[in-house]
């Protein structure tokens, strides 16, 4: 097997695979629960550590488990992590775990977490196997923030509301009123509002790869610099 690139890894989690914006993977709850930033990142820190939890746990058995129950075997540990998770949500943050409701069990079926845990993990050791759930759900949780800031910000003006469900009344100060008297923009914070948006940031992110392409295909048109093209003629005695 090919040694693992952790440079690769994370380019890939990050930028050129992202489960959001590239593979379009997890979408129900990408568009159901960024209507704002606490919410994006308190689903972001949830599937991250059940990423990481069940690429880990995948990767221990990949070569016990048979290949006739070896999603059937994905899906309990990946459930059990779920759970976990939502345990850990109800005893800290239980006002957010009310408002992410049925999305949270439902990173169960989250192709982002079965696909990694399939495509990757139950391939490689444990340690890439984790680190490529630490970064995925990275990139996953990135977009998420970024769109519930958008919709957000449109939607009220504000970024960071109630932040105190999540972090504790000392996040209560954190919000940020960046328009006073801002009239309250319906269409972002609903669920036209939250494709619209998706579109954008994939639209952005298309146009920066376009460019990166044709500043590559420029740099090695060039000719190498110092370099003569010198005409022979006759014969070498």
Request: net charge neutral; proline share 5%.
């Amino acid at each position: 097997m090919a040694e693992v690139s952790y440079k690769d890894l994370s380019l890939n989690g990050l930028w050129k695979n992202n489960p959001a914006i590239v593979q379009l993977l997890g979408l129900c709850p990408l568009l159901a629960v960024t209507g704002s930033v606490v919410n994006a990142i308190g689903l972001g820190v949830a599937t991250v550590m059940v990423l990481i939890i069940s690429n880990t746990s995948v990767s221990l058995i990949r070569n016990i488990v048979s290949d006739a129950v070896r999603l059937p075997a994905f899906v309990m540990i990946i459930a059990a992590a779920v759970t976990c998770i939502e345990l850990l949500m109800q005893a800290f943050t239980y006002e957010l775990f009310e408002i992410l409701g049925i999305f949270l069990p439902l990173i169960t079926t989250n192709c982002v977490i079965l696909g990694r845990a399939d495509g990757f993990a139950a391939r490689n050791p444990m340690g890439p196997a984790a680190y490529d759930g630490f970064i995925m759900g990275i990139g996953f949780a990135a977009v998420l923030v970024v769109l519930g800031a958008l919709r957000e910000l449109t939607g009220t003006g504000v970024l960071f509301a109630n932040m105190d469900l999540l972090f504790g009344p000392a996040a209560a100060s954190w919000e940020l009123v960046l328009f006073p008297n801002y009239q309250p923009f319906l269409l972002a914070i609903l669920p036209p509002g939250a494709f619209i948006f998706t579109g954008l940031i994939i639209a952005v992110k298309n146009i920066i790869d376009d460019q990166i392409k044709t500043r590559e295909a420029a740099r090695k048109a060039d000719p190498v610099k110092g370099a003569k093209r010198v005409r022979v003629t006759g014969t070498a005695s």
